[in-house]
């Protein structure tokens, strides 16, 4: 009897989006396609252009090793672990090296992660790395500076709509455009983003190379107490450390619109020494220093995850533009990753597209609902003041204790 061959052998699968989720995808998919079938052609759009510059992705994201984030370990099973780890800006789970922290207002420790595996690595750099890796597989084509916007699906076949009105077709679409999806306003135009109750005010600020303050050189996490106010720091390279400042609020921020101007960007750096006073240095040198094209605003937003109702659909949301977390998740990097594997793990041994997205839902959709719950606790918990911020302190030290144990 002849092999069953994978559905999607020798079909055609364009990807929107070449960020974490598209990008880690494809690289899975060829890492985990069986010998002997019709490997599928792959086309990604991409909005931007492959040289970016520092304001859009000049901040730093950190991969996780531990069993729930696993990102690290996507990275591995990639072949992409040691370069990544490599440039990477800091390394945990390592003798000497930082790590996720909780700080007090004086920088003392409440919680160190520092024992816990895992790289802060910028996100300029992830996608560096793995946009080589995806363009040294000969069946990948990266389509730069296209947004697309529109997609139809007619006889299971699905269209999209290019920039200059062409159009382009395949058999199956993975929409991995990120937080904003246009995909998903285009196919779920009511499944929207909401606003999670927190406003961010943050840069990046330079030093001379090797000078950036402890403990921000080499450590990242909150410091709490701040009266309601959260702060939030990272390296980004031997001479730049992230920052920002944020607070609850009832409703978003207005947009503003960009590049900023001069006065508003001092007016912003204003506010965020003035919310953030209670902070000891490094913050006012953190935030003085900040390089101006960096600094902005942002709506902390998110929205539950979903399943893919319509299992014979071939159009398949992943990463962020299924279920976008704010930056208070510090996860939503090693989710892209995540569902890149597992989705592409799927569609190289299931038989049928509603197989596949059937056993990738299970494991996506509960493991980002976690997350999102993960998220609104970390808001929660970085402007608590009074009780809630004594009893958030108690129970960090408990955890501290156990991990500690735990080794
Ligand atoms: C300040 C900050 C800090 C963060 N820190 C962490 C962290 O520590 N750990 C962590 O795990 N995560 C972190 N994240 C979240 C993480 O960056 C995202 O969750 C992750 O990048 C999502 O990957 P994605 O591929 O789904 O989306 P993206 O990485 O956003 O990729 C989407 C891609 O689609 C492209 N695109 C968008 N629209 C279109 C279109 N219409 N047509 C074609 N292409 C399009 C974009 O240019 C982009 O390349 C942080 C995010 C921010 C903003």
Redesign the pocket.
């Known amino acids: 009897m002849e092999p069953q061959l994978p559905f999607a052998a020798g079909k055609k699968i364009i990807i929107?989006?070449?960020?974490?989720?598209?990008l880690a995808f494809a690289i899975s998919l060829r890492k985990q396609w069986p010998d002997g079938s019709a490997f599928p052609e792959i086309v990604v759009?991409?909005?931007?252009n492959k040289e970016l510059s520092i304001g859009r992705e000049g901040?730093s994201?950190?991969?996780r090793g531990d069993a729930r984030s696993g990102?690290l370990q996507a990275l591995e099973k990639m072949g992409l672990s040691d370069t990544a780890t490599q440039q990477a800006v800091s390394q945990s789970g390592v003798d000497g090296s930082g790590g996720f922290m909780m700080w007090d207002l004086q920088w003392n420790t409440l919680l160190g992660l520092g024992n816990q595996p895992g790289i802060r690595i910028t996100?300029d750099t992830l996608r560096r790395v793995m946009i080589d890796a995806a363009l040294s597989i000969p069946e990948v084509h990266i389509r730069w500076g296209?947004?697309?916007?529109d997609v139809k699906l007619e006889d299971g076949i699905v269209t999209v709509v290019l920039p200059d009105g062409n159009v382009d077709q395949a058999d199956i679409l993975i929409a991995?455009?990120?937080?904003s999806s246009?995909i998903r306003v285009s196919v779920r135009p009511d499944d929207k983003l909401s606003f999670a109750g927190a406003v961010l005010i943050?840069g990046s600020s330079n030093f001379p190379s090797g000078q950036v303050p402890a403990p921000v050189d080499r450590n990242w996490g909150l410091v709490l107490g701040g009266g309601g106010t959260g702060f939030f720091t990272s390296p980004v390279a031997a001479s730049r450390a992230l920052w920002s400042v944020s607070y609850l609020s009832n409703e978003p921020r207005e947009k503003m619109k960009t590049p900023y101007s001069q006065e508003q960007v001092e007016t912003l750096l204003e506010e965020a020494l003035d919310r953030g006073r209670s902070f000891a240095e490094p913050f006012q040198s953190m935030v003085k220093n900040s390089d101006p094209a960096t600094v902005k605003v942002?709506n902390a937003m998110d929205k539950p995850p979903f399943s893919h109702a319509d299992p014979q659909s071939p159009i398949i949301f992943i990463?962020?533009?299924n279920h976008p977390?704010s930056?208070f998740a510090?996860?939503?990097?090693?989710m892209?990753l995540m569902d890149g594997w597992e989705l592409a793990t799927q569609f190289s041994k299931a038989k049928s597209l509603p197989e596949a997205l059937t056993a990738y839902d299970k494991s996506s959709v509960s493991r980002s609902q976690a997350a999102l719950s993960q998220s609104h606790w970390s808001i929660s918990m970085a402007h608590a003041t009074g009780v809630k911020l004594f009893l958030y302190r108690t129970s960090l030290k408990l955890i501290g204790i156990l991990t500690w144990l735990r080794g």
């Open positions: 929107i989006g070449g960020g974490v989720a598209g759009y991409e909005r931007d901040y994201i950190s991969i990102g996100r296209t947004a697309c916007s991995a455009d990120g937080a246009k943050s942002i990463g962020d533009a977390v930056p510090g996860n939503g990097a090693n892209a």
